[in-house]
């Protein structure tokens, strides 16, 4: 069966930090990847998405980046944190057009 | 690209059967419909999807009309632990295959006794 890690699961990071959040999937190949984040009370905010190896597609201009140094792994960076950074951070990946997507179990971060 | 309007809010009670209707008047011929349910600080869970007339399964019902730009979510007999954020998602397809997945505002449902 398909699974797919997220972590850590809380993070505390001073302003000016780095970051970085990984996510690997197991049990499938050639996953679509997906990072979302969303801010207290709101919806789910697409950040970064991929269709396979090195193929990294950005939908907000920002202070983060995206990378997919193998199949199944999606790492989410940032070189200096900003306050506006704080969220609550999510992995999913999908098999394909048209089917379910999952999801990790979320990262919440902390800029302080 | 498929943009989706949901109402902000909805109210129920225990028991009550709950209908959370999503428009999509731009959807295209080759997309599905998709819904999402959404607890505090977890992933969204795959609820159900459906392309036209209707869809069943253990947790939810999809109608769709024949011009599908409108779909409805419907929740027969709702419990405490339905209150949660429901999605509903469109097309958005990938050069290379999938869904970009852009996620709506959602539905806030609260059940109540």
Redesign the interface.
Known sequence: SQTIHQWPATLVQPVGSPLSLECTVEGTSNPNLYWYRQAAGRGLQLLFYSVGIGQISSEVPQNLSASRPQDRQFILSSKKLLLSDSGFYLCAWTGGRNTEAFFGQGTRLTVV | LAKTTQPISMDSYEGQEVNITCSHNNIATND?I?W?Q?FP??????II?GYKTKVTNEVASLFIPADRKSSTLSLPRVSLSDTA?Y?CLVGD??????????????TQLKVEL
């Open positions: 599905y998709t999402y959404q600080s977890q992933g969204p869970r795959f999807q954020v999605y397809r990938l050069t290379g295959g999938g869904n970009k997945l852009t996620f709506g505002t959602g």
